[in-house]
């Protein structure tokens, strides 16, 4: 039996090797340290489906994922070399080697690393179909275009193909649960259109209602704002059961606390957690305003904060004693201006942060790129410590830290973490097979080391969401391109023109 215990170097952690002196092929390939139905894809994604599309296996069999590398990322659990991992309905029901199950449809995960889903705590959805407008944009001008010119002007129809595209994207690259924070909610078509395409998309969504778009930036102007009240509505109509693919926060803007605290008691009434930038350059940014929500009322377990870059020490404090959580997009934060990411702080902290792409108008869609950014910004800020003179300069994160980042702590920001985040039997089953046959990983020589320092979307072969195979050999099931291609187009050409952008590729 082959299984990695998760007990950090100097000793190997399978528990067979001893102390790391002459590295066998077991020790490379150890690791550093150690609910609900599925959602089925709406009829009108099904029809046209090219050639090459996969199918699922039959409905209602269980799904025996045989012979993979498992990072079950669990503790308990630990990781297996090789071993089969049982799923029966949408849970994860056995991780052991050679599982026997004969009734099973076998899905050959041989020369595959099986590991969790990754877990975004943060991303605009609405802006599906806006992927890379601004690659050199800052924070000023992706307010200025894409919020004040195309979420002004988007229509339901456009939210609808904008929240599809998206999600159908990050199933692709193997992110199998999303926060959706969706500030698109200038009527309340806007608000069923979003949901429409999530839930037609049978990715885990946990939809954060927003507030709307508007050329003045005010959302109070939207003629058809119902926000935050229609929350109401959203929690009896959609959300009325916890025991279901998509769940419920709230979207929270920033603007004076005693403006902001009101929309957090209606979010609470509603059974909604809350979710909000914060410390941003320039956006209440050492304005103290966690310091001021607090003084009102005080801060909960059920909120997680965006970005952090610029919040004082007290307000740190505030999030860590009232067992806030963190999602951090160092990628955007580099990128368009809005601080250093707070990695190192967070960890000082004491809290493990999760990661979010935040916006696909600048920043890629996969977990890949998120999770090396983090790595290396944080690994340079101590190593400028240590250059530096520094006599107490903080640990390095490993790899596996960072992949835990994108699983584990996902899933507990997203308030999920009793049904995904870990390969955990019992859990549900939202798993990812990553190919380590391919050239920019053969032959693989660390399992974690691989998925973090070498993979990208192209290693995505299969992608499971609640015991539902999403995507299979390297293709998306069941999906209508040409529908889905339509419907992008259509939405990106109609947008341009009400917002009056010259729709100019080059």
Not at 30 to 41: E, P, R
Not at 67 to 82: N, P
Not at 418 to 423: A, D, F, I, N
Request: proline share 6%; charged share 20%; net charge neutral.
């Amino acid at each position: 039996m082959t299984q990695l215990h998760n007990i950090r170097l100097p000793s190997c952690s399978c528990g067979a090797c001893g102390p790391l002196s002459a590295p066998s092929r077991r020790q490379f390939l150890c690791t550093t340290a150690a609910g609900s139905l599925a959602a089925s894809i709406a009829p009108s994604l099904i029809g046209a489906v090219p050639a090459q599309a996969q199918q699922a296996p039959a409905a209602g069999r269980p799904i025996l994922l045989r012979g993979g590398c498992v990072l079950s990322l669990d503790r308990a659990v630990g990781d297996f070399e090789q071993a089969d991992v049982l799923v029966e309905g949408n849970k994860i029901s056995a991780i052991r080697p050679n599982i026997d199950a004969p009734n099973a449809e076998t899905i050959d995960a041989s020369n595959t690393i099986v590991m969790p889903g990754f877990v975004d705590t943060h991303r605009h959805m609405w802006q599906g179909y806006l992927r890379n407008v601004l690659p050199d944009g800052s924070l000023l001008d992706y307010i200025q275009t894409v919020q004040r010119k195309f979420g002004a002007t988007m229509t339901a129809d456009d939210v609808y193909a904008a929240d599809l595209l998206s999600a159908l994207g990050a199933i692709d690259t193997g992110v199998t649960c999303v926060l959706d924070w969706s500030h698109i909610h200038n009527t309340p078509e806007h608000t069923d259109a979003a949901i429409k395409g999530l839930q037609e998309s049978g990715l885990r969504a946990v939809f954060a209602y927003g507030a709307p778009q508007t050329a003045s930036g005010r959302w109070q102007d939207a003629p058809g704002n119902k926000y935050p009240g229609d929350i109401a509505r959203l929690r009896k109509q959609y959300f009325n059961s916890e025991d279901q693919l998509m769940t419920l926060f709230l979207a929270s803007p920033g603007a004076a606390p005693d403006q902001i605290m009101p929309i957090w008691r209606t979010a609470r009434d509603a059974g909604a957690p809350i979710t909000i930038h914060v410390g941003n350059t320039g956006e209440f940014g050492r304005s103290a305003f966690l310091e001021k929500m607090n003084a009102i009322e005080p801060l909960k377990s059920d909120t997680t904060y965006i970005h952090c870059c610029v919040l004082n020490d007290t307000e740190w404090k505030l999030i860590k004693d009232s067992g806030g959580t963190v999602s951090i997009a160092g990628y955007v934060e580099t990128l368009m201006g809005h601080g250093r990411p707070p990695i190192q702080k967070s960890i000082d902290t004491g809290i493990r942060p999760s990661l979010s792409v935040d916006v696909e108008t600048s920043v890629p869609n996969d977990f890949f790129t998120q999770m090396r950014t983090i790595l290396s910004l944080q690994k340079n800020e101590a190593w400028a410590r240590r250059h530096a003179g520094d006599k107490d300069p903080p640990a390095f994160l490993t790899a596996r830290d960072v992949l835990e980042f994108a699983t584990v702590e996902g899933a507990r920001a997203n308030g999920l973490e009793r049904k995904v985040g870990t390969l955990t039997p019992g859990k549900e089953a939202d798993i990812i097979l990553l190919r380590t046959d391919m050239l920019n990983v053969m032959p693989m020589n660390n399992a974690v080391g691989a998925v973090v320092t070498s993979m990208g979307p192209q290693n995505v072969d299969t992608v499971l969401i609640a015991g539902k195979v999403m995507k299979r050999k390297g293709q998306l099931v069941g999906v209508d391109w040409a529908r889905l291609t339509r419907l992008g187009n259509e939405a990106q050409a109609r947008n341009y023109k009400n917002a009056g952008v010259p729709n100019k590729r080059i």
